[in-house]
């Protein structure tokens, strides 16, 4: 085999909802020179499988991401086949043999031959009961009781996907798999790739990881967004040009919005991989502690360096389940002291709906959340904003009973006439109770987890390895940067003049990547950015934000880059917080506000920041 071989590779999508113009662009790209081999789209996350679950349940041809269906293959199917790129997705989500049919079917009219593949075997939930022992991997909470559980999902790797385009496959469909492996699965294909190819397998899954959340590579939540922002109407979608040894170039189609540079790979590379030097995969265990960023032309970045370890034993697997009802009601404030009004306000609508609560003898709620946007608030004790006029209030709330969530916002907004002034009542609907959905994460041994990918009409068991235990506490951390010296003035400015800052939720974990605009800076960045500095930026939000173990900091010497983990951070994370953010993707915003001492002699240096 050629070792020069390049498969390329485009990213349509990062989550169930999407718009639908990755696929016309990239199509379009193909038709001008830049040929595609493959389009992924990745649509799942925690929440979107518990959606998708009530979906099933209530009608068992539903449960999967239907716009892949209606908005990708319908329109795109003739195109698609014309120029021979193969597609595949996880849209599945609960239901992958039901998408499979409705794509088939969507083929039968259009008269072509194309070959759709399922992968099979993530979906666990029927198998609720045999987990009452488990115990969170995170939290060691118990596992739920079985009559709340909404789905459990193990998260597959790559190889059953390659196992499906070794047998011919076009289309290959699966449920849940990590996000990553719809990448990966094509170059162990293409490549021929075995199980001990490891650092291979790790560069892949980067190029997977950098693909996953579609234009978020290519300028979506960049760090730099003015200086792309006229450009953003029509944003590149990425594309990885993936070369046999695992390196790979990230780039976009030509005459498209956005920018890939360093900054935007980077940005990318950070997000929400907790411990870069143990990001698990089903596949490979991840170090990406050493991978290299290099510009190589306008809206091309070489990317190379990824270190692979061992496939682990077991599947992460998640669960989620139903824990009662949330109603999370805004209010909006103008005037003087706008802030002690809402606080008055809240505080008395609060006390009206527990009087009542407890004459009725329904409980008081089980959680309240009072936040405000517009006074720096979220910027805990670092916040700067002098009086303000204009305030949104939010009043959250959690009960068993929907009813009771209710009956906060009738007395709230009974309230009107005995509010301080300046209360001003958003009449564009009123808010309803939601069902709490809560995460559970364990870990399954793959050899209690069978597997079937079928192509066409020809279904076969797959034979997953059963991996090894990685054990954390083996990993060579590097040295971090050099103190810097104190032999010349020093002056303060604010991290975001020397990084790019992404970050991200997992769980009830955030993580913070800072990615240096300049490697030189890494060494006043490490100095500036300790634990107990992130601790004190973060406290507010912290559950235990005097405990030392709250924050973690990682050193990636290949970028000079640091990742923050910051643990139970989120208020429960995802739709069980009832946070203003509760997927924690404004915290690098937060921090990149921090001061940094820099030498006098390197401020007039420094770029014009944003």
Known sequence: MSNDKIIRIGGASGFWGESDMAVPQLLKAAENGSGLDYIVFDYLAEITMSIMARARAKNPDLGYATDFVSAVIKPNIGAIAKQGIKLISNAGGTNPVACAAAVREVIAEAGLDIKVAVVTGDDLTARAADFAGAHEMFSGETFPDPKNIASINAYLGAFPIAAALDQGADIVITGRCVDSAVTLGACIHEFGWSRDDLDQLAGASLAGHILECGPQATGGNFTDWKSIADSMDN??????EISRNGSFIATKPQGTGGIVNIGTIGEQMLYEIGDPQAY?????????SAVTLEQIGDNRVAVSGAIGH??????????????????????FFIGMDAKRKAESFAENALKRTQAKLRASNAGDFDEVLIETLGDDSHFGAFGQAAETRELVLKIGVKHRDPKATMLLLKEATGMGL??????????????????????????????EVSLSVTVGDDSQEFAEAKGAAFNTASIQRPDPPAQPGNAE????????????????????????????????????????????K????????????????SVERFYMPGTGAINFLLHDILG?????????????????QILLAAPVSIPQSLQSSLA???
């Open 280 to 288: 698990m995969l089903p596949d490979v265990v991840c170090d990406f």
């Open 418 to 447: 005995a509010t301080p002034p300046g209360l001003a009542l958003f009449a564009g609907g009123r808010p309803k109770p939601s069902p709490v959905v809560r995460l559970f994460s364990l870990l399954v041994p793959k050899s």
């Open 572 to 588: 429960g994370g995802g739709v069980a917080s009832m946070r203003n953010d509760p997927q924690g993707k404004s915290y690098a």
């Open 310 to 331: 061992a496939a682990p034993d077991s599947y992460k697997t998640c669960a989620t389940y139903s824990d009662g009802w949330k109603m999370v009601a805004p209010f």
């Open 489 to 532: 003035p020093m002056t303060d400015v604010p991290l975001v003049t020397l990084a790019w800052g992404r970050s991200g939720d997992k769980g009830d974990k955030s993580n913070i990547g800072i990615l240096p605009r300049d490697p030189k800076f890494a060494t006043y960045i490490w100095a500036a950015l300790s634990e107990e």
């Open 235 to 240: 944003a590149g979608y990425p594309i990885a």
């Open 534 to 549: 992130v601790r004190e930026r973060f406290a507010h939000f912290l559950a235990k934000p005097d405990a030392p173990d």
């Open 608 to 610: 014009k920041a944003l």
